[in-house]
Structure formats: C-alpha cells, structure tokens
C-alpha cells in the first residue's frame, strides 16, 4: 500500500484531510477526502466496504494543476479482513501510465532491506513530477 499512498499519512496527521462527500467507483461506495502536505493539495477515493483502502488519488500542484492519479484496478482479501492493492496506475500529468503489479504478498513478516533495491535497465528515463526534470540511467 505504501508504494502508492501518496502522503496520506501526513495528510492525516496535519490535520488538513476534510469529508467532502461520496462517490461510487465502480460498485463500491467511497468517501472523498481531501487535503495537503507541504502547500500541496491531494484528494482520495476511500472505499467503504473494503478496509477503507484508496480506489483513487490524486495528486495536485500549488496552483490546483492535476499533477498524477492513481486508480486500484484490483484488490485482494488477506488473512481474513486486510485488503491489499494488487494492481493499480499511475497516469502523470504529460500523459505517462504506470501500471503496478504486486505478485505476492505476505502479512505480518520480516522484510529485509535487499526487497527494496531498485534496478533500472540502461535507457530507462525517470521524470521526478515534484522537481519537472529526469534523467536517463547510463
């Protein structure tokens, strides 16, 4: 879930997050919340049925531009009432999609530090949305 919460936490605890009403995703009801983290606004879809996971977020600049969303495409059910976001997109504000696929997940376990190491294959160009610049990995 942290791959794509998008702040979340420090909305919460600012005290910025607001209920600005529901909305159907899908067949799922959701509660609208939004708030902000360091002057930027964010917005989320929080689906009531489903351990208040986030069906959608997105993600503004200071002058309100959409900068990205995410959308859940899929979740699944764990360990009797944790739901996990298995499948989801990113779609940045130049047209760039992401789609992300989590293909096992495990609750409650040890995780070492080597699980996080990122690799980029050579070519690969990465735009940072918060600075508006990238970079190609040599």
């Not at 009403?21 to 983290?37: D, P, S």
């Not at 351990?51 to 309100?64: A, C, D, I």
Request: proline share 4%.
């Amino acid at each position: 879930y942290a791959v794509w919460d998008t702040q979340w936490d420090k909305v919460i605890m600012n005290g910025t997050a607001k209920l600005v009403g529901t909305e159907m995703i899908g067949m799922h009801l959701c509660h609208i919340v939004q708030g902000e983290v360091d002057s930027l606004p964010y917005k989320a879809w929080f689906d009531l049925e489903r351990g208040f996971m986030p069906l959608r977020t997105q993600m503004f600049s200071p002058q309100g531009e959409l900068r990205s969303t995410y959308e859940t495409i899929e979740l699944q059910k764990f360990g009797g009432d944790i739901w996990f976001p298995m499948k989801g997109t990113v779609r940045g504000r130049i047209g760039q999609v992401t789609t992300i696929f989590i293909d096992e997940v495990k609750i409650n376990q040890g995780v070492s530090d080597s699980m996080f190491v990122l690799t980029w294959a050579t070519g690969t160009n990465i735009w940072d949305e918060f600075l508006n610049a990238g970079i190609t990995v040599p």
